[in-house]
T-cell receptor, first 118, second 115 residues
Framework: AQKITQTQPGMFVQEKEAVTLDCTYD???????LFWYKQPSSGEMIFLIY??????QNATEGRYSLNFQKARKSANLVISASQLGDSAMYFC???????????????FGKGTKLSVIP | ETGVTQTPRHLVMGMTNKKSLKCEQH?????MYWYKQSAKKPLELMFV???????ENNSVPSRFSPECPNSSHLFLHLHTLQPEDSALYLC??????????????FGPGTRLTVT
């Protein structure tokens, strides 16, 4: 089974509107972390936001927020007030465990291509 | 220079060539990573170095050989590659060991084409 599932290969959003990118995950480890990265056409992966499995509140970073629903194992990214520069691939990733060699590994989803329409 | 840099940005090589990819991080991190990104596939972790020691090697073929001479530099030596090795190779760094979670910061990648 896939550990990270992003069901939306592509999404369109009107400029200045909000958009939600879906991510579900699968793990039996009680300690894990969830990440979102943005990859513009230039190729660089840009870290956006992080949510820890024990965090009580949803993470927020500027226009990015993470809608964390632990029981449903979902960690959706919400981008508010979309801008043309938000057009990119977006990847959800998970780190399992909190220590040891395995905890260095991030497992990535296949990504969602977001296109912002002027 | 700031962040994570990678050279070259683009590389075309024949199957019998030997080449090396270079990564340098200017963030004071002590863990570095090599990832492979192929078309229509999730990002795959290849190698992890922490404090210059390899801590992860995800069943990568021996034609890929990493080297980490210090905590700021990471190399990926390539020899006798196959066309299916054509991909974007991304380097990343993070703080560690991970008593807490640390995000990884990525370089711009090297686009490798094997002919």
């Amino acid at each position: 089974a896939q550990k990270i599932t992003q069901t939306q290969p592509g999404m369109f959003v009107q400029e200045k509107e909000a958009v939600t990118l879906d991510c579900t995950y699968d793990t039996s480890d009680p300690s894990y972390g969830l990440f979102w990265y943005k990859q513009p056409s230039s190729g660089e992966m840009i870290f956006l936001i992080y949510q820890g499995s024990y965090d009580q509140q949803n993470a927020t970073e500027g226009r990015y927020s993470l809608n964390f629903q632990k029981a449903r194992k979902s960690a959706n990214l919400v981008i508010s007030a979309s801008q043309l520069g938000d057009s990119a691939m977006y990847f959800c990733a998970m780190r399992e465990g909190s220590s040891g060699a395995g905890s260095y590994q991030l497992t990535f989803g296949k990504g969602t291509k977001l296109s912002v329409i002027p | 220079e700031t962040g994570v840099t990678q050279t070259p940005r683009h590389l075309v090589m024949g199957m019998t060539n030997k080449k090396s990819l270079k990564c340098e991080q200017h963030l004071g991190h002590n863990a570095m990573y090599w990832y492979k990104q192929s078309a229509k596939k999730p990002l795959e972790l290849m190698f992890v170095y922490s404090l210059e020691e390899r801590v992860e090697n995800n069943s990568v073929p021996s034609r890929f050989s990493p080297e980490c001479p210090n905590s700021s530099h990471l190399f990926l030596h390539l020899h006798t590659l196959q066309p299916e090795d054509s991909a974007l190779y991304l380097c990343a760094s993070s703080q560690g060991p991970p008593e807490r979670v640390y995000e990884q910061y990525f370089g711009p990648g090297t686009r490798l084409t094997v002919t």
